[in-house]
Nanobody, 111 residues
Framework: QVQLVESGGGVVQPGDSLRLSCESS????????MAWYRQAPGKQRELVAS???????TYADSVKGRFTISRDIRKNAIWLQMDSLIPEDTAVYYC?????WGQGIQVTVSA
């Protein structure tokens, strides 16, 4: 059974940094694309960043220049380096690959 497990969330102040990790298990298949999504209270889930097996990346406009997605293809693992965090980044962050989703991890940015 394929599992995606996120880690690294927490409570930080505006301007701080966090690094989210997502590790997969249960498959030897290398996902073509892996991504981070987030969902804030009362809002729809949105794509934050994605990365292909060729390391092509896409970012939401709201995080460009602040967030960086990276990947270990062999391990089917991805990371999200989040810098200059703002309160609007507060959300549950999810790792996604194909039809699989992680359980989500809370990121709270508050003074």
């Amino acid at each position: 059974q394929v599992q995606l497990v996120e880690s690294g969330g927490g409570v930080v102040q505006p301007g701080d940094s966090l690094r989210l990790s997502c590790e997969s298990s249960g498959t030897i298949y290398r996902f073509f694309r892996m991504a981070w999504y987030r969902q804030a209270p009362g809002k729809q889930r949105e794509l934050v960043a994605s990365i292909s097996s060729g390391r092509d990346t896409t970012y939401a406009d709201s995080v460009k220049g602040r967030f960086t997605i990276s990947r270990d293809i062999r391990k089917n693992a991805i990371w999200l380096q989040m810098d200059s965090l703002i309160p609007e980044d507060t959300a549950v962050y999810y790792c996604q690959a194909q039809d699989y989703w992680g359980q989500g991890i809370q990121v709270t940015v508050s003074a």
